[in-house]
């Protein structure tokens, strides 16, 4: 059985030699693209601030240095309680982002569902138009009270429609109506059907979005410069975001604040120690990635319905 | 089909997650903050009451104060002591709320605009909650309102303290009419660029300071012709930012509200006397069209092809790196720089030689200067009365400012014998910005800079001549359009010319024929009409 299968995939798949080359040439090509901007900011990170200064970024920096990650781990509790921060709201709010979307797309997958156009119009407008920041600000920080605490952190990227949407689509083209009825059928009640029978099936879609939102809710800096003021609940990024907005404000500004500006700025931390930041960030999302790939590839492959 | 849909997708993914690391090169909020060389005062800091002693008010508020610039961890011990000070002199609570560098502009724009109750806001002509702006838009209370006259009432050490020229500055058409809207901070107000002069070089070349004093821009050929040819080709004598050394040269200055637009706008002011009228008088010119600003390129072209401009100075990502590092090396000869009382003292400890400063100007006050710090009422503050009280306290009580500026005595700093404050290691945890916290000059000396330093402050400041347009700020409501097609020009084209990048012959025509077509005649016809309505209602 398994030998038929990869004979006949060999078969459609084959390529001549030439053709074989050049695509891999093209595809190992982007995937250096991809990944050389990375290896450049873990340079950048183990080049002395010396060699910055006066060579700029280079891949051969004059001289290696590990002053970056030891101030970085000097640093003391402040990095720590953003690694923290980070790793909560990007499990607990993909955790939480992920039912709401999930619920939210089966119930616009379902043909059956009443309210289905007006629902799934809801959720489509929102992704056009936007109540813009100063309103937003207001219901959030006002309203829901979404100020220093994690919830500010969570709740405002909590529905996101556009993953309602591709997880809508994922339903529409993977999960057959047949296996809904099926179910019925058989006596299984809705709730029982969403999650002993969808959610099963559907683990490469789900995966797809979880990755999207972890990531949205690790990389965010931006809720947190709206809603937090105290040092205690800065995620990780924002560390990295403040560091970066106030040497760029400072050098915008350094005409009119004169002299301090110039004093100010070197107080701030050097480049080498932003991108040792930068690798701090990046890692664990980087190994999150082969966790959710298994998902992903065998998924797709089963079936559901026979015949 | 689907397996290819999915790995399209994780694709996207990760690029996407990439291109965001590469674009995130922020860095840590936890910067080492070098400590600041303490001071000591000769004024001793006492607890006595203000002036005016206040009637403690019997309702207990709590005001919140949004401040810039600040690199404060721990707060808890200061704010503990000016709470306690504040419970018995107005029967307030302070909560300030640290902005940084990094955050104020967005933040306090958004907290201004949700009407959040935060009863005072850090201000200036620089920061997006830009001062003019916001009070022609109603967000900041008249101070001195005829019907309820803040200033009046319970602000009037304030106006007895501050030089008048601030005062002049501050006073704009706002959105209940001509008047302040706005506590204007007392810091460095006055203007003045400077020749900033590498003497230890200078004299290993054989010229003296005198021979700089003399010279202007069109003379420095032959020195610096001896210095590049002594010190190599990589050395460049000029060290300069492009559109400061056209200011200097050319005795332009910026007009206020103009700063988004790449200061197209100029007015000339009178590099002699600084209070009397320039060359064109009052107003307002394209300052590109004019013979000085050609001539100027010329020479500044001429400098750049024999290698005295570092041709980084052109590229507006590195320039300003590079040149503070430049600085702080020593390989310059001649510098700009904009100038603070004591600067060259400073400079010199910094960079380890011997740093002088050559002024082009007297210094002076203009509008953008004497807005460069001020605190507002918000409109959406609850308390405005209660505000105005603790401003006035703030600004006037010597032991309340220093506490919330320096920290506590015995904890963040120390006075030494002579009366200077020298800062612990627990300040490095509490660093408001001194500048934007209001009257510095209540402040003890920071060591090093000497007990009689506030009063030097206070003659150079305080003397400082006001241009005769002061308090004008040019309002671009009516010409936004054209304003940013210029301000887009105006970005390609101004870093080269002034850094002598490119062919002046060849590019200023271009450029002058480009700024004609997106309406610059329009926008300084705007500008003059608003200067003359401007100066009948002065009397001018």
């Known amino acids: 059985m398994s030998e038929i299968k990869i004979r006949k995939r060999n078969r459609l798949q084959s390529v001549s030699l030439p053709a074989e080359i050049i695509i891999n040439l093209l595809v190992g090509g982007f995937a250096l693209l991809c990944i050389l901007p990375f290896i450049f900011v873990i340079i950048i990170s183990f080049s002395s601030e010396e060699s910055i200064r006066l060579i700029g970024y280079s891949f051969r920096p004059l001289e290696w240095s590990t002053a970056a990650y030891k101030f970085v781990f000097d640093m003391g509790s402040q990095l720590w309680i953003s690694y923290f921060n980070s790793f909560f709201v990007s499990t607990v709010g993909t955790l939480i982002s992920l039912l709401m979307c999930v619920l939210y797309a089966y119930a616009l997958f379902r043909k059956d569902f009443k309210y289905r156009k007006f629902f799934t119009f809801f959720v489509f407008f929102t992704m056009l138009f936007g109540g813009g920041l100063a309103p937003t600000y207001m219901v959030c920080k006002q309203m829901l009270g979404l100020s220093d605490n994690y919830a500010a952190l969570i709740v405002p990227a909590l529905v996101n429609p556009f993953f309602i949407i591709i997880m809508r689509t994922f339903l529409q083209t993977s999960v057959p109506t047949e296996l809904i009825e099926a179910a019925s059928i058989d006596g299984s009640g809705e709730y029982n059907t969403l999650f002993r029978i969808i959610i099963p099936i559907s683990k490469p879609g789900i995966a797809t979005v979880a990755l999207l939102t972890v990531i949205n809710y690790w990389n965010d800096w931006f809720l947190a410069m709206l809603y937090i003021r105290e040092p205690k609940f800065y995620p990780l990024q924002y560390l990295l975001m403040k560091a970066q907005n106030q040497a760029d404000f400072l050098i915008k500004n350094s005409s009119v604040i004169g002299v301090e500006a110039t004093k100010l700025l070197r107080d701030l931390p050097g480049t080498s120690l932003r991108m040792s930041l930068v690798v701090f960030i990046v890692v664990p999302i980087a190994c999150a990635y082969p966790f959710f790939q298994r998902y992903i590839i065998s998924g797709l492959t089963i079936g559901s319905v026979k015949g | ?540």
């Not at chain 2, 203009?366 to 001020?374: I, K, P, V």
């Open chain 2, 1 to 540: 089909m689907k397996k290819v849909l999915a790995t399209i997708l994780t694709c996207g993914l990760i690029l996407g997650s990439l291109a965001g690391c590469g674009k995130g090169t922020g860095s840590t909020s936890a910067s080492t903050p070098a400590s600041t060389p303490a001071s000591g005062s000769s004024s001793t800091v006492t607890n006595t009451d203000s002036k005016t002693p206040t009637d403690r008010p019997a309702d207990h508020v709590t005001l919140k104060m949004y401040l810039e610039g600040s690199n404060v961890t721990d707060d808890t011990a200061v704010l503990q002591k000016v709470n306690e000070y504040l419970d018995e002199k107005l029967n307030v609570t302070l909560q300030p709320i640290w902005g940084t560098w990094g955050d104020f502009d967005q933040g306090a724009v958004l907290s201004l605009q949700g009407a959040e109750d935060v009863d005072i806001y850090f201000t200036c002509s620089w920061t997006l909650n830009e001062y003019n702006q916001f009070a022609r838009d109603g967000y900041y209370v008249r101070l001195d309102n005829p019907d309820n006259n803040l200033i009046e009432k319970y602000g009037k050490d304030i106006l007895n303290l501050l030089p008048e020229v601030l005062i002049k500055g501050s006073t704009i058409e706002g959105a209940d009419g001509y008047g302040i809207y706005a506590v204007n901070g007392y810091k460095d107000i006055a203007c003045q660029n400077c020749w900033d002069v590498n003497v230890d070089l200078l004299k290993k070349y054989g010229y003296t300071i005198e021979d700089i004093e003399k010279a202007d821009y069109y003379s420095f050929g032959d020195i610096l012709a001896k210095v590049k040819a002594g010190e190599g080709d990589n050395f460049y004598p000029l060290l300069i930012e492009g559109a400061v050394l056209e200011r200097m040269v050319d005795n332009s200055i910026i007009v206020a509200g103009d700063s988004g637009s790449n200061n197209l706008l100029s007015y000339y002011i009178n590099p002699k006397k600084t209070s009397d009228q320039g060359a064109y008088g009052n107003k307002i010119l394209n300052k590109f069209a004019t013979d000085e600003f050609m001539k100027f390129c010329k020479q500044t072209r001429e400098y750049y092809l024999k290698g005295y401009i570092d041709p980084d100075m052109a590229n507006p990502e590195k320039a300003n790196t590079v040149r503070a590092d430049k600085q702080l090396t020593g390989q310059y000869l001649i510098g700009t720089q904009s100038y603070s009382l004591g600067y060259e003292i400073q400079a010199s400890k910094e960079r380890g030689f011997e740093v002088a400063m050559v002024p082009t100007t007297p210094a002076y006050v203009d509008t953008t200067s004497s807005q460069g710090a001020m605190m507002a009422i918000s409109t959406a503050s609850k308390n405005p009365d209660r505000a105005m009280m603790f401003l006035n306290l703030l600004n006037t009580d010597p032991y309340l400012f220093t506490l919330l500026d320096y920290g506590v005595e015995g904890i963040h700093y120390n006075l030494n014998n002579i009366g200077e404050a020298v800062f612990t290691a627990e300040r490095d945890n509490y660093m408001p910005w001194t500048n934007g916290l209001g009257n510095v000059t209540l402040l003890p000396p920071q060591e090093g800079q000497g007990a009689d330093f506030w009063d030097t402050f206070k003659a150079y400041y305080g003397n400082a001549d006001e241009i005769p347009i002061l308090g004008f700020t040019f309002n671009s409501e009516n010409v936004s359009n054209e304003f940013a097609a210029l301000a887009n020009v105006a970005a390609e084209y101004v870093l080269p010319l002034c850094t002598g990048a490119v062919d002046p012959t060849e590019k200023i025509p271009e450029f002058l024929t480009k700024l004609e077509k997106n309406g610059m005649q329009k926008v300084v016809d705007e500008a003059n009409k608003q200067l003359s309505s401007f100066l009948a209602s002065q009397g001018k």
